[in-house]
């Protein structure tokens, strides 16, 4: 049967600057259909969910809604239209109730002079029924950031839209959140409305998906129907090269030693983690999973002393260390990569040569504390070419930088005051597919030179992929830990969302 | 092997490789920087001035435009270390003259000149380390605190002096020297101003100390991220900002001869003006005391070829507030323009 697509992208292409983020892709979404759409970071499908909700705007190619040529030339358009997008980030503003949240797209066309405070709690009461049993006059800055995210979906559900994107709505969700949300996408898309679903996982996909889309490097590479096609064949398409490359080797057998680098004993912080226990070895690379909200940053940033009130033992090399503050963490030897590189990681506007001093400007100093330009560049150099950091110059601010290269920045950054353990939050986020690749080859090498390694992240197969055993966390307590084969994303998963589980068996 | 296969990478470093800069690029920076842009304008209006008017170009026009930017210009240091940590204060204008006022009364309650500035510099550095200790510990906005701050000062000010200036007539010749005498033909005060100067532009641009300040305003976050005590320079930039005011009160009172309550109401305008104009950004990490300065000069400049032109002294804050507007819109398009090539 030959449908309409409600949507078609025919020959878009965008670039930024000499950057092709999308090159002539195509894509057609049916009415009523949940149409996946896969591919890498930097794959471009976000900005191609950015065209079609109006925030940017293509170079070339057209769009038919319905048949018919539109320009969205801003998400105002597009909500008109009836495109609702939901995006990965909480955009909600903290301070305002749930229910003004959920009807924030209402108020604003709203031709009233005054709030109609009932009817928005009559029209969120609607939005959320099906979805949670949140309280509509709760504050969101309140809310659990699951919560928020279902917030979120309530929100473009009330403006009436006949396509709706969703960008990895269950990334902050529990198990059985998002199978809740899963049937709610089915259920919009029995009354017609057409569901573009972005998720990197594939077991969701394949379970709740018709169609499946995949993009690579910019370009529009195959739909497929779900029922015709294996996970794997996804990935393979999605990479373009076989997977096994992408991960360095791991460690040997005859690597693996007994000698603990850091010790952690009963790390506790009374409302987020828990009796946290660990030993990181010699040479091993070890992951830390957990849905988002488990308490994973939480625990690194605790044993650096970044935040929080925190109890438990730290021991490194055997010796028992007092860390007041994270001056005293990185005096010792401890350091943390920040999970957002923009925000905490990076001086944007600040040189690279800067920018890597800046964990210990002292070293780069005279005695008097007179910063020497020269000793400054020459750290830059030696730790941009041992890290292949590719820049004009040492002297360009930071912006100037690709996120793999701002990333690479933000590693020298830690290696100069040369780490005896280096937490990692999320290491290679937002960076291209290349980039990563080094970063994780630069991780092994570091492991293997003795720098213990510890790598938080939200991508299961970069976890599998990369380390050589990987810690589990559950709402702030660690419920198991998987090495070797019985490192799987299922196995993951399940130790992570494990209560859930039983929940619903209960 | 893969090892191997890195440290191969390493030994041939490619064009694209960090490298440090060179001298091209050197150039390329001096001409983009804001200080030079400033230096033609005002060398401009210097042009367009000495025609305009034959007293432009004399020595008591240029000594008058050099004392009435001197003193404030250490105020300006201090604003500017304070902008580029991310901070303002708006009580500069009040705690100069309750500077003056302090060591005025204490002088006129005997106590010698020289004792009375030190005492009076102490206070302001306490009033500064409250301001301070309200923003960093108890977590309020810089600007709402010196606001408060403001006001305060100005009241006890009128307090101390029961609303009159202060003639401090016997104050001794050579404590008088510091605002009213000359090293040659050099004024003190300029003198003063070129060391505090020279000492701060040093200190900002080499010191481990400042460049702290840098990272903390550049990104509070990824400074204290990079184990930088971030409330501590908070702390002692806003503290610094109001001994140097501190210091100016009492060169003020020196030159004066006399400690006025009302004096330096608006100051703060003009002193944040300049910064912003020399390069600061009020949203921190950026800014230099050269530039900062030469903003100053910009301002005191223009007030004076005003004057010279008869322009009504109505017009000169009017013309002041759009000079403002404009260096910061252009400032902002260049910024815009900056990120986008990024």
Partial sequence: ??????????????????????????????????????????????????????????????????????????????????IGFVHQEIALCPDVSVAENICMGATATSRSLLMDYKDIDTRARAALRELSDISPAALVRDLSISQ?????????????????????????????????????????????????????????????????????????????????????????????????TLYPDKQAAHERSDEVILEIRDLTEAARFRNVSFDLRRGEILGLAGLIGAGRSEIARGICRLEGKVTGEVRLNGKPIDIR?????????????????????????????????????????????????????????????????????????????????????????????????????????????????????????????????????????????????????????????????????????????????????? | MRVEMHMDKLAEPSAETPKPAGIAEAVKRLLGMRETGLIAIILVLFVVMSFASPYFLTWVNMRAMAMAFAVEGIVVVGMTILLISGGIDLSVGSVTALAMVIAGLLFLAGVDPWTASAVSILACTGIGAV???????????????????????????????????????TLPPEFKFIGQGAIG??????????????????MLRRTTLFRKVFYTGSNEKAAAYSGIRTKKVVFLTTTLCSALCGVAGVIYMARFGSAQPTFGIGMELNVIAAAVIGGASLKGGSGTIFGAILGAILLSVVSSSLALLDVSVYWQDIIRGSILLTAVTVDHFINKKRQQAA
Wanted: glycine share 10%.
């Fill in chain 1, 1 to 82: 049967m030959e449908q309409t697509p409600i949507l078609k992208i025919d020959k878009v292409s965008k670039s930024f600057g000499p950057v092709q983020a999308l090159r002539s892709v195509d894509f057609d979404l049916l009415p009523g259909e949940i149409h996946a759409i896969a591919g890498e970071n930097g794959a471009g499908k976000s900005t191609l969910m950015n065209i079609i909700d109006g925030i940017l705007q293509p170079d070339e190619g057209r769009i038919f809604f319905r048949g018919e040529a539109v320009e969205i030339a801003s998400p105002a358009v597009a909500q008109r239209l009836g």
């Fill in chain 1, 148 to 244: 928020q995210q279902l917030v979120e979906i309530a929100k473009a559900l009330t403006l009436d839209c006949q396509v709706l994107i969703l960008d990895e709505p269950t990334a902050a969700l529990t198990e059985k959140e998002a199978q809740i949300l899963f049937g709610i996408m089915r259920r919009l898309a029995d009354r017609g409305i057409s569901i573009i679903y972005i998720s990197h996982r594939m077991v969701e996909i394949f379970e709740n998906c018709d169609r499946v889309s995949v993009f690579r490097d910019g370009q529009y590479i195959t739909t497929r129907d779900v029922a015709d096609i294996t996970p794997s064949d996804v990935v393979a398409a999605m990479v373009g090269r076989v997977i096994d």
């Fill in chain 1, 325 to 506: 503050h994270y001056r005293d963490s990185i005096d010792q030897g401890i350091v943390y990569l920040s999970e957002d590189r923009k925000g905490d990681g990076v001086f944007l506007d600040m040189s690279i040569a800067s920018n890597i001093a800046a964990l210990a400007v002292e070293q780069v100093a005279t005695r008097l504390g007179i910063v020497d330009d020269s000793r400054e560049a020459d750290q830059a150099v030696r730790l941009g070419q041992s890290l292949g950091l590719k820049c004009g110059h040492i002297r360009q601010p930071a912006s100037a930088l690709s996120g793999g290269n701002q990333q690479k920045v933000a590693i020298a950054k830690m290696l100069s005051v040369g780490p005896k353990v280096i937490f990692l939050d999320e290491p290679t986020r937002g960076v291209d597919v290349g980039a990563k690749a080094e970063i994780h080859r630069i991780l092994r090498d570091l492991a293997r030179q003795g720098v213990g390694i510890f790598v938080i992240s939200s991508e299961l197969p970069e976890l599998i992929g990369l380390c050589d055993r990987v810690l589990v966390l559950r709402e702030g307590e660690i419920s198991g830990e998987v090495t070797g084969d019985a490192m799987t994303e299922e196995n993951i998963m399940y130790l992570a969302s494990i209560e859930q589980e039983r929940e619903q068996t209960a």
């Fill in chain 2, 131 to 169: 301001m301070g200790f309200f923003v960093t510990r108890i977590g309020l906005h810089h600007f709402i605190v010196s606001l408060a701050v403001m006001v305060i000062a100005r009241g006890a000010c009128l307090l101390g002096t029961g609303g009159r200036p202060l003639g401090l007539y």
């Fill in chain 2, 185 to 202: 033909v050099i004024p003190v005060v300029i003198v003063i101003f070129l060391v505090v100067v020279v000492a701060f532009d040093f």
